[in-house]
């Protein structure tokens, strides 16, 4: 079994290791700026920007991740010392790697939860132990690495929305789904430039409808050739928009 590189850039301490060495709290790191440029690209998709945004950032992590554990003995090691992540990411990095990878890359991993619950087995109260062999949003480093990511964008798409460019770009765009327009109210100062981004995202959603009993008409009648681009996606825009792409949004 071969792997091919992704080649990508993975600058950020993923391990944590420098924080674990400082003995520094880890937040989540944010990553580089967001270009200007970036933020106009993403707002051509007919999803969500912030989601396709997280969703590439994702995939380019998990691929340079996967990778890396089956060809390099110190990452899983890592994985082994650090017991992996939460239930969500342990899944999607499994999705990504073949078999054979995971098994090697997961080995230390359970040498390590077998040590620590035969040491359990005897403690009086292992109830607390437990607890810390089990990652969930707080202590998985791919969810503090997602949420980094996450409110570095939004806070960049805040002030790009906030300029009159960035107003006229938006406004023709089909805007973010609701967990991301949640996560950007908060990051808007201007009462004028919340309220934009609120009828934006009503007219939206009144758009869908239309565009949903178009799809819901045209498909019962056999029309489905006379379809817009609009109606033809608009179950998946709905959905999109109502809940944000499966691997962008946070869990
Ligand atoms: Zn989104
Ligand atoms: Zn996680």
């Given amino acids: 079994m071969t792997y091919k590189q992704p080649a990508i850039n993975n600058a950020f301490d993923f391990w944590g290791t420098a924080a674990m060495a400082t003995q520094h709290n880890n937040e989540p790191d944010g990553g580089e700026t967001v270009p200007v440029g970036q933020i106009k690209r993403n707002l051509n998709t007919r999803g969500c920007p912030a989601c396709d945004f997280l969703d590439r950032k994702i995939f380019d992590m998990f691929s340079s991740l996967q990778y890396r554990l089956c060809t390099v003995p110190s990452e899983s090691q890592l994985l082994g010392a650090t017991l992996g992540f939460c239930a969500r990411h342990t899944w999607q990095l499994a999705a990504v790697a073949s078999p054979r990878g995971a098994a090697l890359a997961w080995t230390p991993l359970l040498v390590k939860l077998k040590d620590a619950l035969s040491a359990m087995a005897s403690a009086a109260d292992p109830g ?24 570095n964008y939004v806070a960049a798409f805040a002030v790009f929305v906030g300029s009159p460019d960035g107003r006229a770009v938006y406004g023709a765009s089909q805007g973010v789904c609701l967990p991301h327009l ?17 009828e934006h995202a009503a007219r939206f959603f009144a758009r869908l409808t239309d565009d949903l009993a178009g799809f819901d008409t045209k498909y019962d009648a056999l029309r489905r050739d006379q379809l817009s681009a609009d109606e033809r996606d608009a179950y998946w825009r709905m959905i999109i928009h109502l809940a944000g792409s499966r691997r962008g949004c946070s869990p």
């Fill in 182 to 198: 949640a996560l950007l109210l908060p990051c808007l100062p201007a009462p004028d430039d919340r309220q934009f981004v609120l």
């Fill in 128 to 151: 607390a132990a437990m607890g810390a062999l089990v990652h969930n949003r707080a202590t998985c480093r791919i969810c503090r690495q997602q949420l980094g990511w996450e409110r």
